[in-house]
């Protein structure tokens, strides 16, 4: 998770037992008000006015806030509509913006978008997924752009719209469980929804096979894999991809917005050794070794590649962390009182008005993890198909 701002590389030393200034009431209000009087309304003001302002700095705001004023409304319309004028990289964090703050209000500037980029397939694989989840045919567009293209962003959107694309039922999880009881090695389940506004729920199963419990109950933990932008997965600060992940370590961030709570490292593929990844002596990646995680009846679900894909598309340091984030500005969110990341997956923190950590559920899921000694391991994400969720817990017991 890459968190650009002007706060990002502040270090600290931190005891559990002690404050953490950053997350007390002062410094929150103190945060919101830089983030309106020194980014958002200037940035806005200059912009209208005509001004080059910095896009990565403004969208990073807006989505943080998910500001769906009136002025970052306007803003955005105006940079929509004059986008030929904007640098391809900046129009990508103007659709950042866009895709937090407006999921709904901007589709004859995204179509125009999408009908008129040829060369750049980030821009066209979000333009596309902001037009389909406004319920806009696009089939003859993505007939007709792209088409010869084997970068790996439009490989992920082709997969997105195949029919085999879908969910995993209880039964299928199941299967993945089983298929991994034997191999002695610790592995984490982050399991979610397609709608990544609803919160996800996270278990461990240890080496020897078996679902850590409590009293006979799965031990299930909250976790959020929405992003602040809610990008798709395969764009960089989109949410988190669904497949396979590579635990590494477990450590200490020095981002503030994370906190002191230790984080899993983890991996994509690509994104380390392929040695180190697969865990063997293996020195390259390919879809056929990825696959391997799941079992044959599973091999040919697309949704399942997407941090292959992800991965080999260039995401990175997508972290499951914990958060300082300010739970109160998500009031009315259906997430809340979850914090959204920038494509991690976070577990959600409660924190004093001094800044004392009073609750912590990243805090439950290491202690979890360190049941058994060893920090490395495996984490799938996993989207379960919505039919299945209510019988979720009942069936993980029986595990």
Known sequence: MAIVFFLVCIRMGFSQSNALPFASNQARKSLLIKLNDSIINPSAKDFLANKKINWQSYAWATCFLIDDSKQNQ??????????????????????????????????????????????????????????????????SLMDSKFTKSNHPIIQALRNQFQSNYNPISLGELEKIVDYNRTKKVKFLYSIQHKDRNKVGKV?????????????????????????????????????????????????????????????????????????????????????????????????????????FWAGKAGRSEIHFHGTTIDQNLYFGKEFYPQTPSMGCLCSNETWGKDGNLLESSQQKLVNTWLKTPSEKGFAYVLELQESDWEGLTKKLDKL
């Open 203 to 307: 278990f461990i199963q240890s080496e020897n096979g078996l679902l850590a419990k409590e009293n006979g109950k799965v031990i299930l933990i909250d976790q959020l894999a929405r992003s602040a932008t809610n990008l798709p997965m395969y764009i960089t600060n989109g949410n988190t991809p669904v497949g396979v992940f590579k635990i590494d370590a477990l450590a200490q961030s020095e981002n503030v917005f994370i906190g002191p709570t230790v984080s899993f490292v983890t991996f994509l593929p690509f994104e380390t050794e392929a040695s180190l990844f697969f865990n063997s002596n293996t020195t390259d990646f390919t879809l056929e070794k990825y696959l391997n995680f799941f079992p044959k009846e599973l091999r040919n679900n697309s949704l399942l590649q997407q941090t």
């Open 74 to 139: 306007a803003v955005l319309q105006k940079a929509l509509q004059n986008y030929n004028q904007l640098e391809k990289a900046d129009l990508q964090k103007v659709f950042e913006s866009v895709f937090a703050c407006f999921p709904n209000q901007f589709v004859p500037e995204i179509q125009k978008i999408a009908e008129n980029e040829s060369e750049n397939e980030k821009i066209f694989a979000t333009a596309i997924n902001y037009l389909s989840q406004n319920n806009v045919a696009v089939k």
